[in-house]
């Protein structure tokens, strides 16, 4: 399963402003810096749901991500778009709740918008990304300021879109404020809506989970090249 970030001239890439090619390794890290992710946030997200929600948030995405994280490893695919929609598919079949076709259809298809190509580039994935949004749109037809996981998406795909994706950081930290702004949001779509203005004042657990995405990706991509894709799976305490 090894495998590299390369640049444009084959040798080894990183950074968050480098115009490397992104392969199906770079994918896997980030599947893998996501599931490491959950695992260390898994309590804080369930807290979140508990106030809002059914209490399972953090749960469910720690089982859907452990097990995205030990298909990789078992089984590395050869293109980004196959790592991303190998995740999503396994996230829909493990994942309980309204969260596994969400995520499942996220990075489904933005897998699917990346094609069959072995290597990617930044600007690919943040058109890429776009698409899986908006599916992801489609989908729960919810939009920004409903209080869910598009209030942190949202944000960080325009601001990939803004930098060509040549900074991922820039989508970690418009996630992360996208988030944060869920609090003083009242819920229109899932079943936080049903609580109506007793929704206000709590944090989105779906947001922040988008949010942990995001992050992932800045964290895949800060960590460079030469990790295997289960390097760092228990995170970076």
Same mark, same amino acid.
Request: no cysteine; proline share 3%; charged share 25%.
């Given at each position: ?12 890439? !990183?950074?968050? *402003?480098? +115009?490397? /090619? #992104?392969?199906?390794?770079?994918? $896997? ?5 996501? =599931?490491? %992710? ?82 990617? !580039?930044?600007? *690919?994935? +943040?058109? /890429? #990304?776009?698409?899986?949004?908006? $599916? ?5 037809? =919810?939009? %920004? ?19 060509g994706g040549k900074d991922f950081g820039a989508a970690r930290a418009a ?63």
């Amino acid at each position: 399963m090894s495998g590299m970030v390369t640049d444009d001239a084959g040798g080894p890439g !990183g950074g968050g *402003e480098g +115009a490397e /090619a #992104l392969d199906a390794a770079f994918f $896997a890290r980030w599947m893998t810096a996501m =599931a490491g %992710a959950v695992d260390r946030e898994a309590d804080r997200l369930t807290e979140l749901d508990s106030a809002i929600g059914d209490a399972d948030h953090g749960g469910n995405m720690r089982r859907g991500f452990d097990a995205v994280r030990e298909e990789l490893r078992e089984d590395l695919p050869a293109t980004p778009g196959a790592v991303l929609m190998t995740a999503g598919r396994k996230l829909v079949s493990t994942v309980g709740g309204a969260s596994g076709p969400l995520y499942g259809t996220l990075l489904r298809r933005t897998g699917k918008a990346l094609g069959d190509a072995r290597s990617v !580039g930044r600007e *690919e994935l +943040a058109g /890429a #990304l776009r698409t899986g949004v908006d $599916a992801v749109t489609q989908l729960g037809g =919810a939009a %920004a300021g409903d209080k869910t996981m598009l209030d942190a998406l949202l944000p960080a795909v325009e601001a990939l879109e803004g930098n060509g994706g040549k900074d991922f950081g820039a989508a970690r930290a418009a996630a992360g404020q996208g988030a944060e702004a869920t609090i003083p949001l009242q819920a229109r779509k899932g079943r936080a809506s049903y609580l109506g203005e007793r929704s206000i004042g709590h944090q989105d657990p779906g947001a922040t989970s988008s949010a942990l995405l995001l992050a992932a990706l800045a964290e895949a991509d800060e960590s460079g090249a030469g990790s295997a894709p289960g390097a760092g799976s228990e995170g970076g305490e």
